[in-house]
């Protein structure tokens, strides 16, 4: 059942011209408040917050889908949920079967031979002398007292019960994460309709008004994202492993596969760690003119075809907003931030241009 629908069997109320004019109806202060107490509830609770924006993302894109499929068979909704749950745990588990294990020696031998690409930059860029750099002393050897002082960090008992801390919540994080996709893609619609039932009657009207206008751009934004990601890491994994033959081509595509997820910050550090690796095994200038060529060609076909393709209204963010957005959602909320900076950056411009009248140029 669409909110369009649901508005349709709520009795509304009179509204006031003062309100009318601003929010619909109702007074707008005290949708300010709700909404910061909701943030500021939701920023208490941050720490168990990631499994459930990831399950809900997935259940959110997922949802038509099923609809689609039970519509067409005539068979049970929650037959197609369990099926759909099915494929996606069944996708996960064989990617970390596959890679899992070459993932992991990848990342410990680029970390030895970043230290000796470092130590050969530093080398070379200055005649072995040291390098200042913002009142700062590199050299050979404050490099290597750096990877051994990382080295004896992780070798730590207190660090090491730390880090095991984490590893034992993202194994139970991961758990829980699958249990609530599993009844979220079951339960979907119902959980959407006790949402909307938490709205005042006499702003149903507005706000289903308000969602049928954002909820195509929230759609198109994730599915891009997560065909920018596949794209941008299954082409740079044919790039880095099959045209230039790189070291650890497999890590860096998966690096460079997420870093899409940080449009700008995490694209430029992933080329300038996949640059190092490209120093290190660089067998003469083409080698290194090989690569320059690669990187420019990938960030070209992902800025300029594909996720202009794939975003579709969404991108058309001002790339300085999303920077922006990117940055206050890491510092308020961590991760969880991160993936939900840019949904509240274009439902906020969503909810501005429907409250201006002006619906038909949002997001354009």
Sequence with gaps: ???????????????????AKWFGTGDVGSAVLAIGATVGGLYL????????????????????????????????????????????????ILIAVVAGQRLISETS?????????????????????????????????????????????FGEPDNVALLTGYGFMAVVGTFL???LLIWLLITGPNVARGLFWLVPPGRRELVARIWSQLDPVLKHYFVGIAATVCYATIAAYIGL????????????????????????????????????????????????????????VLRLSIDHLVAPLVLGRAANVHPVLIIFCFLA?????????????????LAVKTTLATLYGEDEQALR
Aim: aromatic letters at 6%; proline letters at 6%.
């Design 329 to 345: 959602g890491a510092v308020t909320f961590g991760i969880v931030g991160v993936i939900l900076s840019v949904p509240v950056a």
């Design 45 to 92: 609770i941050k720490p168990v917050l990631l499994p459930f924006v990831v399950s809900g993302i997935v259940a959110y894109v997922c949802t038509p889908l099923i609809d689609g499929l039970a519509k067409r068979t005539q068979w049970p909704r929650s037959l197609f949920a369990v099926l759909i749950f099915l494929v996606l745990l069944g996708a996960a």
């Design 241 to 296: 492993a099959f045209i230039l033959g790189l070291d650890h081509a497999l890590l860096l595509a998966v690096l460079t596969g997420i870093a899409e997820t940080l449009p700008f910050i995490g694209s430029t550090a992933v080329a300038i760690i996949a640059g190092l690796v490209a120093l290190h095994t660089a067998t003469g200038i083409m080698s290194i003119v090989g690569f320059a060529v690669y990187a420019t």
């Design 177 to 179: 994460t699958a249990i």
């Design 109 to 153: 031998a680029t970390l030895n031979d970043l230290q000796g690409t470092l130590k050969q930059l530093v080398r070379n860029a200055n005649g072995g002398a040291p390098i200042h750099v913002f009142g700062l002393s590199v050299d050979e050897q404050s490099v290597r007292n750096t990877f051994g002082r990382i080295r004896d960090w």
């Design 1 to 19: 059942m669409s909110l369009p629908e649901l508005t349709k069997r709520q009795p509304s109320r009179p509204e006031s011209p003062r309100a």
